[in-house]
């Protein structure tokens, strides 16, 4: 006979992140349509989504494991890879592309020696691109840690880059 276990001695490795995530898919019912929250739940207890989370809300959800990763890489706000500690995001849509998005983006990869999409080995900063900000008006726009800044040239991205690896957290 076997017996049933809570969901609180379901996880050996005693993860109480885990724990966490499997209230919030109960909460939702196991219904998958709300994939996307609990994707984003899953993402601010682990702080990114990597594979084998992606496989367990795709098991827990009865999903499978291609819809999961497909929609965890659709949308920006979800990083299958560890954040640094700020965020650096070049606009490459079309307004931001024409007034110097790609030169910025060249820049600031020579400058931190990392390229789009990968952190610097000290885990300060995250380089990252978004086809469309919406800041059409103040383009080129760059987000810095959530803040939109218009109007950006490659000296004054990559000086405020550069303050960041200097600084540690400043």
């Not at 609990?38 to 682990?46: K, P, V």
């Not at 400058?111 to 080129?140: E, F, K, Y």
């Not at 840690?145 to 880059?161: I, L």
Request: proline fraction near 4%.
């Amino acid at each position: 006979m076997k017996t049933s276990m809570s969901s609180a001695t379901t996880h050996p490795s005693g993860d109480k992140r885990l724990k966490m995530l499997d209230a919030t898919i109960k909460r939702h019912q196991y219904q998958q349509d709300a994939l996307i929250e609990i994707l984003h739940r899953a993402s601010e207890l682990f702080g990114y989504l990597e594979l084998d989370l992606l496989l367990y809300i795709a098991h827990q959800l009865k999903l499978p494991p291609s819809r999961v990763y497909g929609v965890a890489t659709f949308y920006h706000l979800f990083s299958l890879a560890p954040k640094g500690v700020h965020n650096c995001v070049v606009c490459t849509g079309t307004a931001c592309y024409v007034k110097g998005a790609q030169t910025i983006l060249a820049s600031l990869e020579t400058a931190t020696h990392i390229h789009a999409g990968d952190t610097t080995s000290d885990g300060q900063v995250s380089l990252l691109t978004a086809r469309c900000l919406g800041a059409c008006g103040i383009a080129p726009a760059v987000v810095f840690d959530g803040n939109v800044a218009g109007n950006q040239t490659p000296e004054m991205v990559c000086e405020k880059v550069q303050g960041w690896l200097q600084h540690g957290t400043k």
